[in-house]
């Protein structure tokens, strides 16, 4: 069996992820014993418009920050210079502390310049930024963008080694994000996100055809959940889990925030809710678990003291 489940997406109110990335299966894996390791280590992109009504938002690719656009406050002050001497070219982890810092103290949004750049090269170059753009009623290059971060990658997962396979369960296997390979330490470098999703996964398929199989029986599952889906106020839990997550296990964290966001899991786990939602909750508490064991701050995991 490999898991291709993805990453946990879903569990923020912000986020890049396709809607499907649901974070069950590591619920599934929390009732089973099966090991998570680095589950507090989630990445947040730093440049993403997130004021659309859809549940996956649209992020901005760093590569405009690599071809020199700015990131700046509404007067046009180039503020991440404040943070790090790298401007807009810092770490993620960096440059979407300081866009949340900059919201927390002014109440005001940050944005996207792309003034410098003349309008055919933009276009040719970022042809689908432009296009996804025009059609909600932006003109660029002339018109900045207000900016977010929102949740983007799980470095954190299941446990894996460099084959893919899950310690301990002989025939089972994790690709993609959904793994722990310990490659991405605390922090993912933009695209090696493409070792899970290629160079692993092709590992622990000729580690597959490299082991001798014998046929088994299906086993019958007979135990039935009454709702598996959803239960009536499952969709308020959801929307109650999602922004107890982006506030107190987002970008920005502090103990009594944890342990507020613990509580809360904790008491809508014990409700009358559907098999879906207890999977993402049993999910949403390995991670807020993980952040409060983490003491210091390292990476993607930033405690404020």
């Known amino acids: 069996v490999i898991i291709a489940s993805g990453g946990v997406g879903s569990l923020y109110e912000y986020n890049t992820n396709s809607r499907t990335v649901s974070a069950d299966i590591h619920g599934i894996c929390v009732e089973k014993g099966i090991e998570l390791r680095d589950m507090e280590m989630m990445q947040f992109h ?97 018109d900045r963008v207000p900016i977010s971060p929102a ?13 893919g396979c899950v310690e301990g369960i002989d025939g089972l296997y994790v ?12 922090n993912r470098l933009a695209s090696n996100s493409l070792l899970e999703g290629v160079v692993f996964a092709k590992r622990a398929t000729q580690h597959i055809l490299g082991k001798e199989h014998k046929e088994l029986k299906i086993p019958i599952f007979d135990k039935e959940y009454k709702n598996i889906v959803h239960q009536e106020k499952d969709r308020v839990y959801k929307h109650r889990l999602r922004k107890i997550m982006w506030e107190d296990m987002g970008i920005v964290r502090t103990r009594a925030g944890l342990l507020k966001a613990k509580n809360i899991i904790y008491d809508m786990k014990n409700r009358e809710i559907g098999r879906l939602l207890e999977l993402r909750l049993n999910t949403a508490s390995a991670i807020v678990e993980a952040a409060l064991k983490r003491k210091e701050s390292l990476g993607t995991h930033y405690i404020e003291k």
């Open 151 to 163: 949740f983007h990658y799980a470095v954190g997962g299941i446990k894996s080694d460099l084959d």
């Open 175 to 186: 690709i993609g994000e959904a793994s722990s390979t310990g490659v991405h330490g605390a």
């Open 46 to 142: 730093p440049t993403v418009f997130v004021k659309t009504p859809f549940a996956r938002k649209l992020l901005l690719t760093e590569a405009l920050r690599g071809e020199g656009a700015w990131i700046v406050d509404k007067n046009g002050r180039r503020f991440l210079f404040d943070y790090d001497d790298r401007g807009e070219l810092a770490s993620r982890d960096i440059v979407s502390r300081a866009i949340f810092n900059h919201k927390r103290e002014t109440g005001e949004d940050a944005y996207l310049d792309f003034s410098m750049f003349e309008q055919k090269w933009f276009h040719n170059r970022f042809p689908n930024i432009t296009r996804t753009f025009e059609a909600i009623g932006y003109s660029f290059p002339k």
